[in-house]
């Protein structure tokens, strides 16, 4: 059986999570996942570690393979259990995925990070309000990227949806609730309704809803 190590809060493992579902795979029967990270802890013991030296999650057991790094997780899995064909394996479906997976990890996430964790991790009395906003505000112009990308295709990679959106939508999803939850502190969002109808579309044709957080995970006020 899999193995999945991650707490349910976490984006990264809420990615996994996702996938798994698209490809028919059930947690407890198909797959076994251990809550860790933190208010779980774990992730530090000398036993994680030898699975993962970054002490971090997702982390993914397979027989004796260890993986970590959400992304790859994703892509192992689709490799290795789509029997049903859930995802389009055409070359240009996939790497149209993939690039947008390496711009969610490599430029979208590290500009969302300091808003997300400034307002999630920080205590309000140390948060540097001027750069978590400057965060929010940049975030809106690269959604906007993805915004002109939808305008002309139904998802991320073109007519079908691929693991691209499962990692960009969570990201989305983070962007809309930190201003619903933080709006002076976020200040505007911008209105993209490609973005909007995309969602919408995952929401009624996917496992969308079942990995989205209904509110942030606040670990200090």
Excluded at 130 to 151: C, G, H, P, V
Aim: proline share 4%; hydrophobic share 40%.
């Amino acid at each position: 059986m899999i193995r999945l190590w991650g707490r349910k809060s976490s984006i990264n493992v809420q990615k996994v999570l996702w996938c798994l579902a698209e490809l028919g795979l059930k947690e407890g029967s198909d797959f076994e996942r251990i809550d860790a990270g933190l208010q779980f802890g774990i992730v530090r013991s000398p036993e994680f570690l030898k699975l993962n030296p970054n002490g971090l999650v997702p982390t993914l057991e397979d027989g004796d393979l260890v993986l970590w790094e959400s992304n790859t997780i994703m892509r192992y899995l689709t490799a290795q259990y789509d029997k049903n064909k859930r995802f389009p394996s055409d070359v240009n479906s996939q790497f149209g995925s993939e690039k947008w997976m390496d711009w969610q990890v490599g430029t979208l996430w590290p500009v969302l990070r300091p808003a997300f964790l400034g307002l999630t991790r920080v205590p309000e009395a140390e948060r540097n309000h001027a750069a978590i906003q400057k965060a929010y505000q940049d975030t809106n112009q690269l959604f906007a990227l993805l915004d002109q990308t939808l305008e002309s295709q139904a998802y991320c990679s073109g007519k079908q949806f691929h693991i691209g959106d499962i990692v960009l939508a969570l990201c989305v999803h983070r962007w809309i609730l930190l201003n619903e939850t933080f709006p002076r502190q976020t200040g505007l969002r911008t209105d993209l309704k490609n973005i909007e109808r995309w969602v919408k579309q995952l929401q009624a044709e996917t496992h969308f809803q079942e990995f989205a957080e209904k509110e942030l995970n606040i670990i200090s006020k």
